[in-house]
């Protein structure tokens, strides 16, 4: 991770963060345009950017990258302390640490609530909506060993998703009700099938 002098940074700057599973762009174009339009100059501390959109939008802008997931609670502290406004796309779990961080500082923050579809492994007592399995509607028809390896049985269901689940209207339809849900399955954390439904349904538009 760079290290930043605040002093050297005679500019807004901004922490962007959103969630790993996040993949709406067009929500997102929006909602940071909006925010970064006010200011004349800004600077980027980019957080978590799995989708590439903080870079395919300000690539120019971005004077830090950083992984949430690999650094500590006094790394938070130092890089809120840094930033002089935070942005921060929230869907109740991911990036918590740094919104406690931005309030306890009084930091200029902006909360854009989401709801993200996420896929949980039941057997490890996880809360979860709707279970996904094999003899549910969106369990994945294809077995691993019988049908593949991991990998691909899951490749198998993305194209039985792609062109069965989601060329049927009223199943097209009814997937709609999962948005937003805890997805019960036996996989996690290891790769699923769930995550092919988790991604689409994170990519919807409103």
């Known amino acids: 991770m760079v290290d930043l002098d605040i002093f050297q940074i005679q500019e807004n700057l901004v922490l962007l963060a959103y969630p790993s599973n996040f993949g709406r762009e067009y929500k997102f174009k929006a909602e940071t345009e909006k925010f970064l339009n006010a200011f004349k100059d800004f600077l980027l501390i980019s957080v978590d950017d799995s ?7 300000y690539k120019d802008h971005i ?6 997931f ?6 938070v502290i130092k890089l809120v302390d840094q930033a002089t406004h935070l942005l921060i796309f929230w869907d109740g779990t991911e990036h918590t640490k ?9 930091k200029p923050l902006k909360l854009i ?39 691909e049985v899951i490749a198998k269901y993305r194209t039985h998703f792609y062109e069965t689940i989601l060329k049927d209207e009223s199943k097209r ?8 849900k805890k997805l019960g399955c036996h996989c ?13 349904l994170n990519s919807i538009e409103d």
């Open 113 to 151: 609530p989401i709801e993200t579809t996420k896929v949980v492994n039941r057997n490890l007592e996880e809360d979860f909506d709707l279970y996904i399995g094999r003899k549910s509607p969106w369990g994945n028809p294809f077995i691993i060993d019988k049908d593949g390896n991991r990998e």
């Open 98 to 106: 740094f919104i406690y961080q931005a309030i306890a500082r009084n």
């Open 63 to 68: 004077v830090q990258k950083v992984n949430a």
């Open 188 to 200: 996690k954390p290891l790769a699923c099938h769930g995550d092919v439904i988790a991604e689409y």
């Open 173 to 180: 339809k009814a997937l709609l009700s999962l948005k937003g």
């Open 51 to 57: 989708k590439d959109f903080i870079k395919g939008y």
């Open 70 to 75: 690999d650094i500590s609670d006094k790394e």
